[in-house]
């Protein structure tokens, strides 16, 4: 690393609110690989995008809020630049020395990023003289700072992207048995491939939040005013067909908390799922469900929990997650494999102050889901992990061509490198109201 000039891609694409870091999991998340390359007299470029600016300057998504942070974090002073490209940023970047570091501007602020313009991503990787892509919130992305760039320099993951997938690939490969996934939060869409998947490994699978609403639905009852998608209602019946058929045990809530409204506030009660009143909103799971949880888990020795179990934003609705975590602790101090994933999961621990007492908290949202899936992540896939499938397969990083532009030259690779399809550009089928997207 001595001397080299490292173009490193992190996620620092964080929750804010009113130009406040709300959760700075990702930043930490990405310390121990900045500090390894500055203590093995690296200088480090750092690229991230935030938020959604869809190609023009959003002055609230700029990168200053994450710069200080991790000044804060890892006691350096980190400047940013007033954008990723330009002359200013060029003699920046110039004048970098070993041990130095600096933070490019938002990269969504060019509209080359999420389009994988090769242009842009050459303009970019002519920051570094290796590549480093230690982003794995972004990973599911084929975009110019996550994949453009490896077509132009040698490229490694960093140590956050090899700790994610160890312990997803873990979860995939070799769960301590038995195994039991927990699946919650708002909807089922975005959801039903994850679910196909683990319904392939998991030994107990049991649902919460408006997932379960809706998969009640399709085991037919009805669900009143609650949220639910009728249109994926036949998806979880094939889901509760597929698990019938493997033989695996399905926890769906035996009752639930029911509200007037979505509100702080509003009158609620605990009914049966059986008797969901019509006009009432079922918010949280009931105390008889959490018991019937709390048994299914007592054998288990891997847990999966992507999802909060009911509206955990309005405290009274909290319950069911707020015990569900406290589980989730007391397994994981007993010597069980908790790996929680989701922006929404991880912020309800934080509140409670035990999120530390899991094995893994995963920095992906939707990168986590499609990993668990079994899809490529092109983030990954640019880079031939040592040891990784990836490795024997040949390099070809196929560039987007768009009418009239040309594709980005191909090097001559010493190590191969997988396919990526242009496809994977057309990958944006998650929540645009979930800000870690
Ligand atoms: P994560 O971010 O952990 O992946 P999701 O984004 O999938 O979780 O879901 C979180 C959201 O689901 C929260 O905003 C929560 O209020 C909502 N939610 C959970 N249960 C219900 C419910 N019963 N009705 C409506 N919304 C719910
Ligand atoms: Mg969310």
């Not at 990973?139 to 760039?149: F, I, N, Y």
Request: hydrophobic share 45%; no cysteine.
């Amino acid at each position: 690393m001595q001397g080299q000039r490292v173009l490193l891609r992190v996620d620092f694409n964080v929750p804010l609110s009113d130009g406040k870091i709300v959760d700075d999991s990702r930043i930490r998340a990405a310390v121990p690989t900045i500090k390894a390359l500055l203590d093995g007299g690296a200088s480090v470029v750092i690229m991230s995008h935030l938020g959604r600016p869809d190609g023009r300057v959003v002055d609230g998504l700029r990168l200053r809020p994450a710069a200080e942070r991790l000044t804060q974090l890892i006691r350096v002073n980190v400047p940013t630049t007033g954008d990723a490209l330009g002359v200013g940023t060029d003699d920046a970047v110039r004048r970098l020395r070993p041990g130095e570091l600096l933070l490019l501007e938002n990269v969504r602020f060019h509209a080359g990023e999420e389009r994988n313009d090769p242009a842009f991503a050459e303009r970019l990787a002519s920051y570094g003289d290796v590549f480093v892509n230690d982003a794995f919130g972004a990973a599911h992305r084929a975009h110019a700072s996550t994949v453009g760039v490896a077509a132009y320099l040698p490229s490694y993951v960093g140590l956050l992207m090899e700790q994610e997938v160890e312990a997803l690939s873990n979860l995939l490969e070799k769960p301590a048995r038995p195994f039991a996934a927990i699946v919650g939060g708002g909807k089922v869409s975005g959801k039903v491939a994850v679910l196909e998947a683990l319904i392939k490994k998991v030994d107990l699978l049991i649902l919460g939040g408006g997932v379960a609403n809706t998969f009640l639905v399709a085991s037919g009852r009805s669900v009143g005013k609650s949220l639910y998608e009728s249109k994926m209602v036949d998806d979880a019946r094939r889901i509760l067909k597929l698990a019938q058929d493997r033989g695996v045990r399905v926890l769906l809530p035996v009752d639930g908390v029911v509200a007037k409204e979505v509100t702080r506030g509003t009158e609620f009660k605990v009914v049966s799922t059986d008797k969901l009143p019509a006009s009432w909103h079922m918010v949280d799971l009931g105390p008889a469900s959490i018991t019937a949880i709390r048994e299914a888990l007592a054998p288990i020795k891997t847990i999966l929990w992507n999802g909060p179990l009911g509206v955990f934003e309005i405290p009274s609705f909290a319950v069911a997650t707020r015990e569900l975590a406290k589980v989730a602790a007391e397994k994981a101090d007993a010597g069980a494999t908790v790996v929680v994933g989701g922006g929404d999961s991880i912020a309800a621990l934080r509140q409670l102050g035990i999120a530390e007492k899991m094995t893994h908290l995963s920095t992906g949202g939707g990168a986590s889901l499609e990993f668990l899936e079994g899809r490529d992540l092109p983030g990954l896939a640019v880079v031939p992990t040592a040891g990784s499938p990836y490795e024997t397969l040949p390099i070809v990083y196929v560039a987007p061509v768009k009418p009239g532009g040309k594709a980005a030259p191909r090097r001559a690779a010493a190590k191969p490198k997988p396919i990526i399809k242009p496809s994977a550009l057309d990958d944006e089928d998650d929540d645009e109201s979930d800000p870690l997207a």
